[in-house]
């Protein structure tokens, strides 16, 4: 699988729509699952880094994978229709902040939907030649 990577600014329709960009919708697949993430965005998991995550969460042990009942049972599977939207239900949007403009941007193996604020918010923060120095040394690159 290639990696997904970039970002693309999308907005929201009036019916809780999205567009997923159709680079993106070669990487994701025909189905993929869209879950909350451990930042303020949702994550967008195609089949194979499904597949994987459900692994790991089986080979966890009772008490630890039911800690994840709450993360499993907002995972939504998504099925883009014949113009590449996606439903986000209303308490997805609500989790991640999203309002109207958003972010997808890729993240290796999976796809992340940031609320366009948020993202700029911290791509100022973060996208500095110091910071990405300090990143890349930290990862041994």
């Known amino acids: 699988m290639d990696s997904i990577t970039g970002n693309y600014s999308i907005h929201i ?49 009772t008490v630890q994978a039911d800690m994840l009942n709450v993360v499993l049972g907002n995972t939504v599977k998504c099925e883009p229709d014949s113009q590449g ?19 997808i941007a890729g993240h290796i193996d999976t796809a992340k939907i940031w609320d366009e604020d948020e993202w700029n918010r911290r791509n100022a923060e973060q996208l500095n030649p110091k910071n990405v120095a300090s990143l890349l040394q930290a990862l041994g690159i």
Do not use: H
């Open 13 to 61: 329709d009036t019916k809780g729509r999205i567009i997923i960009p159709s680079k993106f919708r070669e990487l994701l697949g025909d189905v993929f699952y869209m879950m909350v993430g451990s930042d303020k965005c949702l994550t967008l998991y195609p089949l194979e880094s499904w597949d994987r995550f459900c692994e790991k969460v089986k080979a966890l042990g």
């Open 85 to 103: 939207r996606i439903q986000i239900p209303q308490y997805l949007r609500t989790y991640a902040g999203l309002d109207k403009n958003v972010v």
